[in-house]
Structures are given as C-alpha cells and as structure tokens.
C-alpha cells in the first residue's frame, strides 16, 4: 500500500508542477526554443533606426509536451489513490473478518 | 474638335509619361544588389488570431533591382526570399510552416517579388548625397505557387558612395523598407482545417527590409 501512496502523490507533484510550469511560462501550445531579439540603433548612413533581429535560446513549455506529461501523471496519480484506497479496504474488511 | 482631341489625349497620357529623376549627380542606370554587408536584409511577420499571436522572421533574401535615375518609374528586378529561412521561435511550428499543408517549401522553395515598376514616386527628403523618396511598387507576388499582382509601398533611400559608406560596402548604398499585408486565402494556403481564423490570422503583416550596394548598370 505504501508503494501505492508514493506513486499516487508523487505523480500528483509531477502534474501540478509541469501544469504551474506551463502557466508561469505563458501558456503556448507549443514548446519554443528561441526568443525573437531585436537590436534597434541609430543608422548614421541612412539617418533611419536599423533593426538587427536575432533568435537567441529560449526555452518555455508548451502544451504539446506539458498536456501528455500532466495526463499520464495524474492517471498515475488517480490509479496509486484507487489501488491504495483498495488494498485499505481489502485490509480493513480482512481485520474486522 | 482636333485641338480638344489632342490636348484630351495629352491629359490622360501625362501620368503615364511622367519621369522622376533622383536628385543627385547620376549618370547611367545602376545595378542594386542586396547584400547584407550593408544592412540585415529581412523579413518580419506577424500574425494575429483570436487564440494565438506569433512573429517570424525570414532572413535567407537575395535580389537585384535596375534603377534609373533619370527615371525612377522604370525600376525593375526581383527579390526572393528562402521559405526555409522563416523562423517563429518554435521548431515544430517552423516545420509546420515549411509543410505541404503550408507554405509548401519542396514545391516552393522561394517567395518572390518580381518588381515591373514604380508609381506615385514622390522625393520626400533629400540632403547632401543623400535623397528619400515614397513611391508605389507595382509587380507579381509569386507565394504558394500563385501569382498575384500587387502594389507595394516602399520607402526608399538612396546614399552616394562615401568615405562612412565604403566601410560597409564599396559603390553607393540604397536601402528600401515597406509594409503590407498578405492574405492567405488569396495564395491558396489553406492550412489544417480550423487552424486559419482561430490560431493564424487570415492576413499576415509584413515588413520587409532590404538593403543593397548599387553599381553602374551594364543592363538596359
């Protein structure tokens, strides 16, 4: 049963922590890599303001990889929570036999 | 009668023959070629959905232009822009981009503009070797395997070779900026059923960015 108690918090943690995660870095739909930088200076030669964009490394997660991952742990979660809920019951109802 | 029939065809015909020169000490057409030694050449576009909001950008341009500043009008070239080249920060939604559902890249490795002239070229600014002008740049938009003709507002700068411009690239400097919109359906992309309206907005906005060293032209 305590194995069954582990699995059902520990899966439990898994799903709210990726779902907060989720929330905390903007909820997208999909998982990006890269933020768009845009360097802005003054252009001597033809007196506009030039742009100058790069990609730099970006991680944020996205539904794509945090909906599967919060699923499968919290349909862990629910089975540890029943298989442990049945194992007390079967226990209890085998004290008081 | 004959009098008021040639001045009638005098009027309608005036904007047609009208020439806008560049006011600067040039002779002979020029040959602009864009090269990024002299500004990041680069697309940017946005989409705006009532679900989802992304930016992009497209960095893989090349191209030519003619330009004649005699006459401005009579400006032509092309400019293509790499399909594979487009970035939105998401690797997946980039593969998505470059799908058959999509824009196609296989098949259409290439956006084009075939530049065929300029219209409404008006001088905005112009100081010592340097001139700005407005105009209209009227071509065929060539994306998703369908070409359409479109009309364009650029602004472009036109910079004599200096001592400051040579650091970035021999010749004189021209840069050209616009932005426009794109409608989707109007090319055909229809995307995953659902997808465009809800999460890619039905027109996209670009702004576009090109920058290029003009030499003396050997072509007409």
């Known amino acids: 049963m305590r194995g069954w108690k582990l699995l059902q918090w ?32 003054g252009d001597p030669v033809f007196g506009t303001v030039r742009e100058r964009v790069e990609w730099q490394p970006d991680f944020r997660l996205g539904l794509d990889i945090a909906g599967p991952v919060a699923l499968v742990a919290g349909a862990a979660a629910v089975l540890g929570w029943w298989r442990a809920r049945r194992m007390l019951a079967r226990r209890m109802s085998h004290n008081h036999g | 009668m004959f009098i008021v029939g040639v ?5 309608v015909s005036a904007p047609l023959l009208a020439q806008t020169a560049l ?21 940017q576009f946005i989409s705006s959905a009532p679900l989802e909001e992304f930016e992009g950008t497209a960095d893989g341009i090349e191209g030519s232009f003619v ?6 009008e009579a400006t032509h070239g092309r400019i293509r822009v790499a399909v594979a080249s487009m970035r939105t920060g998401i690797v997946r939604r980039d593969e998505h981009l470059r799908s058959p559902e999509w824009l196609d890249a296989e ?19 112009r100081s010592a070797g340097r001139v700005v002008l407005q105009a209209v740049a009227v071509g065929d938009f060539f994306l998703h395997g369908v070409r359409k003709r479109m009309e364009l507002p650029i602004t472009l700068t036109y ?5 400051q411009t040579r650091q970035r690239a021999p010749g004189d400097l021209v840069q050209v900026q ?30 576009a960015s090109f920058y290029g060293a003009a030499t003396v032209s050997n072509k007409p």
Request: with cysteine; net charge positive.
């Open chain 2, 67 to 72: 330009l004649d500043p005699q006459n401005l």
């Open chain 2, 107 to 125: 098949r259409y490795p290439h956006i084009e503009f075939d530049l065929q002239e300029l219209r409404q070229v008006r001088i905005t600014e």
């Open chain 1, 10 to 41: 520990a899966a439990a943690f898994i799903a709210v922590t990726v779902l907060l995660v989720w929330a905390l870095q903007g909820m997208h739909i999909f998982t990006k890599q890269y933020r768009k930088v845009v360097h802005r200076e």
């Open chain 2, 159 to 163: 910079v004599l070779e200096s001592e």
């Open chain 2, 178 to 207: 616009s932005e426009f919109t794109i409608s989707l359906r109007d090319f055909n992309i229809r995307g995953r059923q659902g997808v465009i309206g809800s999460r890619v907005g039905e027109s996209i906005r670009v702004k």
């Open chain 2, 23 to 43: 006011p600067l000490p040039l002779k002979g057409a020029r040959t602009v070629v864009l090269n990024n030694a002299v500004g990041q050449n680069l697309c």
């Open chain 2, 7 to 11: 001045m009638l065809v005098l009027i």
